[in-house]
């Protein structure tokens, strides 16, 4: 079974400068988020989506970062003007959220590889 | 919102010996606590995990052990190999949002 795919892998850009992300969860998973991984840190939710719906969007930057999950399945996440903070790993991660009662393992998140971006 | 707490930062042992990972927590609501091992350029990968129901969980060579009174859990590494080697994070679920320490190297020399 393919895991999390995201693309690009790496990403280098001008600040000010626009850049988006893109990731496809594991197959037949309703739960996405995207975190954010600074060097030398563990990572850190931006938004989370259960299908379509962002249903915790508290933690990403509005200004200046946009996510979206159309169909419930992609995602894109995009930054719109980049700054030379915004340097780290975009990680993307999914889950089958279900009645955690009877199906524990939907409590498991699994990750992407991950998009490196460098703002210059 | 949930606080955790990751020790050591960094540890090296030989091939062969035992390596512990400690966590502690803040909030006394959360009731999921996975660990990842995350290798150099790779995301991070759910290696074992342990819910709020029980103390210990074991899986080959690794194992979790958690005490919700005192709120912290534990990773143990038993007769360690060179490909242990990665960044190693803890984290723990209260409602819905999953909160990571700040991830231990583990170094193990052949």
């Known amino acids: 079974e393919a895991g999390v795919v995201q693309s690009p892998r790496y990403k280098i850009i001008e600040k000010k400068q626009p850049v988006a992300f893109w990731c496809n969860p594991i197959s037949g998973h309703n739960t996405l988020y995207w975190y954010l991984q600074n060097l030398g840190q563990g990572p850190e939710l931006l938004i989370r989506?259960?299908?379509?719906?962002?249903?915790?969007d508290s933690q990403l930057p509005k200004d200046r970062f946009s996510a979206e999950r159309l169909k419930g399945v992609d995602s894109t996440l995009k930054i719109q003007p980049a700054e030379l903070g915004d340097s780290a790993v975009y990680l993307c991660a999914s889950s089958l959220e279900t009645d955690r009662l009877s199906h524990p393992t939907s409590y498991e998140q699994y990750f992407g590889p991950g998009t490196r971006l460098t703002v210059t | 919102g949930e606080n955790v707490e990751q020790h050591p930062s960094t540890l090296s042992v030989q091939e062969g010996d035992s390596a512990v990972i400690k966590c502690t927590y803040s909030d006394s609501a959360s009731n999921y606590f996975p660990w990842y091992k995350q290798e150099l350029g790779k995301g991070p990968q759910l290696i074992i995990d342990i819910r709020s129901n029980v103390g210990e969980k074991k899986d080959q060579r690794i194992a979790v052990t958690l005490n919700k009174t005192a709120k912290h859990f534990s990773l143990h590494i038993t007769e360690t190999q060179p490909e242990d080697s990665a960044v190693y994070f803890c984290a723990a679920l209260g409602y819905s949002t999953l909160t990571f320490g700040k991830g231990t190297m583990l170094l193990v020399s052949p």
């Open positions: 989506y259960e299908n379509e719906e962002a249903v915790d």
